[in-house]
């Protein structure tokens, strides 16, 4: 069977420094001719993008997609929701989980091509407090130290 190949559009770097990332799921998204192409600009934000399930159907919500330039009167509301497309199981498991569970969300971790269709990276997230965030930083500038010690004893 043939690797599927991936190209990644866009990252929510602030997702993984505000969340605890519990579990990932991927997802379709229904788009627009000229949101497709815009996204092939790189033209997406998904800085305070965040899902929700109405009706038994996921929605992304504030996800910027930049108006295509030559676009014209195709062009959609950048800030539209965009349906995610999942399994009806799928949706339900989740509504479960959101519902059962006090301060999880689901917020969409990264999109990218997978076989030339759009594909969102949903986290299942459980939000993080202001000292989680400062052991983190104190983490990741601790290895940083380390790395950098590591790589002058090397050189010498």
């Known amino acids: 069977m043939p690797q599927a190949s991936t190209k990644t559009i866009a990252v929510n770097r602030k997702a993984r420094h505000d969340y605890f990332v519990e579990d990932s799921f991927e997802a379709g998204i229904c788009l627009a001719g000229t949101e497709v192409k815009s996204l092939r600009q790189g033209a997406v934000n998904l800085k305070d993008s965040w899902c929700d399930i109405d009706h038994g159907e996921i929605y ?10 030559q676009g014209n009167i195709f062009n959609r509301d950048p800030m539209r929701p965009r349906k995610l497309l999942l399994h009806k199981k799928e949706i339900l498991r989740l509504f479960g989980l959101l519902k059962q569970q006090q301060g999880l969300t689901l917020i969409p971790l990264s999109l990218y091509f997978k076989n030339s269709k759009v ?26 130290d380390i ?3 590591m790589k002058e004893k090397s050189h010498e």
């Not at 992304?60 to 330039?69: A, G, K």
């Open 60 to 69: 992304v919500r504030n996800m910027h997609i930049s108006p295509y330039e």
């Open 147 to 149: 790395d950098r010690a």
């Open 119 to 144: 594909k969102v990276q949903l986290g299942l997230c459980r939000g993080k407090k202001l000292y989680d965030k400062r052991q983190d930083l104190a983490k990741r500038a601790a290895s940083r």
